[in-house]
């Protein structure tokens, strides 16, 4: 279980589908807890996972970003700010402006 675990890990650092950086470290979490392994343990710490998460999310909301330049999708917008809120990034620097965001909000709720 070991070497998955560092199998995931590693797969988590190279990837660039950030989909895939996140279940990753999913998989990668539940080993540990299952086998109530520690971070350290697959050569890793709490704040790489927190590193490789942000920027998972970081590029999922900037994918959202550029639909949602396109689009007033509630489902779209729905997931730009979820991912938006977990990459901490603020609204200027996803590109679109929080009036922006909120006009799009209003036009997708009515039309």
């Known amino acids: 279980m070991l070497d998955t675990a560092k199998n995931w890990l590693e797969l988590a ?50 994918y959202y970003a550029i639909l949602l330049k396109k689009t007033n999708n509630k489902e779209v917008l729905k997931r730009f700010e979820v991912f938006r809120r977990k990459s901490n990034l603020s609204y200027k620097e996803t590109g679109i402006s929080q009036l922006d965001f909120r006009i799009k909000k209003l036009k997708a709720k009515f039309f």
């Open 13 to 62: 650092r190279t990837e660039r589908n950030p989909e895939i950086i996140l279940t990753s470290l999913f998989n990668l979490e539940n080993i540990l807890y299952k086998q109530k392994l520690d971070f350290n343990d697959v050569g890793t710490s709490i704040d790489e996972i927190k590193r490789l998460k942000t920027k998972a999310y970081k590029k999922e909301c900037c």
